[in-house]
């Protein structure tokens, strides 16, 4: 069974940062892309990231250019996103997403409020 | 950044047909766009119902169809169940760019 679970999220100050973490079980991992999407408190879903199998290659959304980084260790089927300078629309549930879109975590919820 | 664009709500009656379309500012929606279709319950994540335009999982009701229609994306829903109120979200993938862009989500309500 496909599972994807995330972990990391919380209330944190504007500026500050957090590291998400999405630990995949179920199949092999190194085979596929990886995403991540954010959906905002009543509001739509915003893909964010994304990274390649072997995570040679890495995208990410013009609203979190510069103050996000994706990255993956296949050896621990975990995908992280690193999130620095947060700001208050950063606040959302954040997805891990497996390449192809069929399978989605539960989300985490990432408040960034003083 | 491409603009993907769905209708903000449509309603259905119980056992009618609805069809919800997803345009992109780019243009004509092609297969090259692998359009995807997501449902969204409150509380719940996404659920994946169609991929690379009209493919289903096994867990899509029969009664959901995807489609090229009028140069759009199409979510085609026969026989509306309750159960089918619901959030939907197409996704259109640009390649070259960030893998797939979000419509803003249709708010479909059986009525």
């Known amino acids: 069974e496909v599972q994807l679970v995330e972990s990391g999220g919380g209330l944190v100050q504007p500026g500050g940062s957090l590291r998400l973490s999405c630990a995949a079980s179920?199949?092999?991992?190194?085979?596929?892309?990886m995403h991540w999407v954010r959906q905002a408190p009543g509001k739509g879903l915003e893909h964010i990231s994304h990274?390649?199998?072997?995570?040679?290659?890495?995208k990410y959304a013009d609203s979190v250019k510069g103050r996000i980084t994706i990255s993956r260790d296949n050896a621990k089927n975990t995908v992280y996103l690193q999130m620095n300078s947060l700001r208050a629309e950063d606040t959302a549930v954040y997805y891990c997403?497996?390449?192809?879109?069929?399978?989605w975590g539960q989300g985490t919820l990432v408040t960034v409020s003083s | 950044q491409a603009v993907v664009t769905q209708e903000p709500s449509l309603t259905v009656s119980p056992g009618g047909t609805v069809t919800l379309t997803c345009g992109s500012s780019t243009g004509t929606v092609t297969s090259g766009h692998y359009p995807y279709w997501f449902q969204q319950k409150p509380g719940q994540a996404p659920r994946q119902l169609i991929y690379?335009?009209?493919n289903k999982h096994p867990w899509t009701p029969a009664r959901f169809s995807g489609s090229l229609l009028g140069g759009k994306a199409a979510l085609t829903l026969s026989g509306a169940q309750p159960e089918d109120e619901a959030e939907y979200y197409c996704l259109l993938s640009y390649p070259g760019a960030l893998g797939g862009t979000f419509g803003g989500g249709t708010t479909l309500t059986v009525l």
């Open positions: 179920g199949f092999t991992f190194s085979n596929y892309w």
């Open positions: 990274i390649t199998s072997d995570g040679s290659d890495t």
């Open positions: 690379d335009t009209s």
């Open positions: 997403v497996r390449g192809g879109g069929a399978y």
